[in-house]
């Protein structure tokens, strides 16, 4: 079992900046894939960004490259997603996910990742 804590959700004006944090504890295994996603009211579940335990992959969704930059800290057991140039339509809530490669999928479908957050509002004013 894997349990993630999302925090640094808030309430922004358009154009500024937030930085997510997911903090991880359990059973975690040498090799994952750690994902951000977010879901907006009335809207399904999408990715945003998604980072290796290395490093060495990172992905990110259409809407919010150049503006969105994740990162980790193995020592804390903690990715990072840094939100700057915010929008209204980023506005959602945002959840932390673990994929430990077990499962089928993309890195950018939720099917792939086995342990999720409780999320984390984000709510950008215009």
């Known amino acids: 079992q894997v349990q993630l804590v999302e925090s640094g959700g808030g309430l922004v004006q358009a154009g500024g900046s937030l930085r997510l944090s997911c903090a991880a504890s359990?059973?975690?295994?040498?090799?994952?894939?750690r994902g951000w996603f977010r879901q907006a009211p009335g809207k399904e579940r999408e990715f945003v960004a998604c980072i290796s335990r290395t490093g060495i992959i990172i992905d990110y969704a259409d809407s919010v490259k150049g503006r969105f930059t994740i990162s980790r800290d193995n020592a804390k057991n903690t990715v990072y997603l840094q939100m700057n140039s915010l929008k209204p339509e980023d506005t959602a809530v945002y959840y932390c996910?673990?994929?430990?490669?077990?499962?089928?999928?993309?890195?950018?479908?939720?099917?792939?990742?086995?342990?999720w957050g409780q999320g984390t509002q984000v709510t950008v004013s215009s």
């Open positions: 359990g059973h975690i295994f040498s090799s994952y894939i």
């Open positions: 996910a673990h994929g430990s490669g077990a499962r089928s999928g993309t890195r950018a479908s939720q099917a792939f990742y086995d342990y």
